[in-house]
């Protein structure tokens, strides 16, 4: 719930980046507001003859921006633009891909992972070939590009 709650306070903020469970959660909490509002639209006789009620769909409108926004910032994680959520197929495989590794240009990484060059304990992703590396070497084993 506080995923959902983080994305409506950045109700239209399109700069950053969210984590996939930020998005996966306001997408989960969104469609479970919705059925609650259409159950409770066609018990208290608001659907108008209709097959949504009109609870439901001004929900919808109202949350249209922050789902919009959220989707911009899952795409910023993955260091594309936003333009991409408008692609289909490929939007989807970015919203599932994890986020780049440490900061990008469109901000620092939400989850605050980082990789020390003096101390590799942690995965790292390859800055040439983006290959990530659970090695302790500073060494890439697909493409042996050097950190050093």
Request: aromatic residues 12%; hydrophobic residues 40%.
């Amino acid at each position: 719930m506080n995923y959902y709650l983080e994305a409506l306070k950045k109700y239209a903020v399109f700069e950053g980046r969210a984590r996939r469970k930020e998005y996966w959660m306001f997408l989960l909490f969104s469609v479970l507001i919705e059925v609650a509002l259409e159950i409770v639209g066609e018990i208290l006789g608001f659907s108008g003859g209709s097959r949504r009620s009109v609870i439901s769909s001004l929900y919808s409108l109202a949350v249209l921006i922050p789902s919009i926004a959220v989707a911009v910032r899952r795409m910023h994680d993955v260091d594309k633009s936003g333009w991409y959520i408008l692609i289909p197929i490929y939007n989807l495989v970015l919203i599932l891909t994890d986020g780049t590794f440490g900061d990008n240009q469109y901000g620092p990484d939400p989850k605050n992972r980082t990789f020390d060059i003096e101390n590799p304990s942690t995965t790292w992703k390859c800055p040439k070939c983006d290959h990530v590396n659970t090695n302790t070497s500073k060494v890439c084993v697909f493409c042996s590009y050097s950190l050093k």
